[in-house]
């Protein structure tokens, strides 16, 4: 069964991408940036996952979270590490991947190195992401595959390269069917001064994004 699950941003850009990017991978995904049309819009009672971007106000959040989980108690909220389409997709399915806290998946911010338990042999996806422009209303970002390769079972060390820079920089991990995304370096203290502080009834001044996925793919 194909899970559902609804993106809220302000970037349109970004949250269609990521939408796209779902679809492809078996999930059934919308994105919207009207806040106040979310619970008239949308079926909250039958999401999976909702998913807020870092530009969506604190008070909006907080109302969305408690509208949404009075029709549904299951649903799981993801909070956006960065305005980046394909992080956003891998940290949804981190979400549905199993426990996150279960060690065999780690990032080691003190040596800037993903550490893996593995405990057969399993493909191992290791991606960088990074912003490159916060100007509003569509930041800009780059990406770098740092490792595909198959490993044997047991643990390994993967260091990040020094072009990851320091800050607004994620790191994704895929280890056979298990997801995983990091902070690398947090997002600069401007760009997070930046985040209105909105009624939750009023939409944000963009173009409306409202894109509802019809069916799923895969």
Do not use: C
């Not at 799981?76 to 549905?96: M, Y």
């Not at 990032?107 to 990074?130: F, I, M, N």
């Amino acid at each position: 069964m194909s899970r559902r699950v609804l993106i809220i941003g302000r970037s349109p850009g970004v949250i269609l991408d990521a939408a796209e990017i779902l679809r492809g991978r078996g999930f059934h995904a919308d994105a919207t940036n009207q806040f106040d049309e979310v619970m008239t819009q949308y079926d909250t009672a039958s999401l999976d996952i909702v998913v807020f971007g870092g530009m969506v106000p604190p008070g909006t959040k907080q109302y969305l979270r408690e509208e949404i989980t009075k029709d549904n108690e299951r649903v799981t909220f993801v909070q956006g590490f960065g305005g980046i389409a394909g992080l956003i997709a891998a940290q949804v399915q981190a979400a549905v991947s199993g426990s996150a806290d279960d060690g065999a998946v780690a990032y080691d911010a003190a040596r800037r190195s993903v550490r893996l338990t593995l405990p057969e042999p399993a493909r191992v996806v290791v991606e960088a992401w990074w912003g490159t422009s916060f100007a509003p209303p569509e930041p800009t970002s780059t990406s770098l595959r740092v490792l595909d390769a198959r490993f044997e079972a047991g643990d390994h060390v993967v260091p990040l390269p020094d072009a990851v820079p320091a800050v607004a920089s994620f790191v994704t991990v895929s280890a056979g069917a298990t997801v995983r995304a990091f902070t690398v370096g947090a997002m600069p203290e401007a760009v997070t001064r930046l985040v209105p502080t909105g009624d939750p009834a009023q939409p944000p001044a963009l173009p409306a994004v409202r894109a509802v996925a019809t069916h799923s793919f895969g």
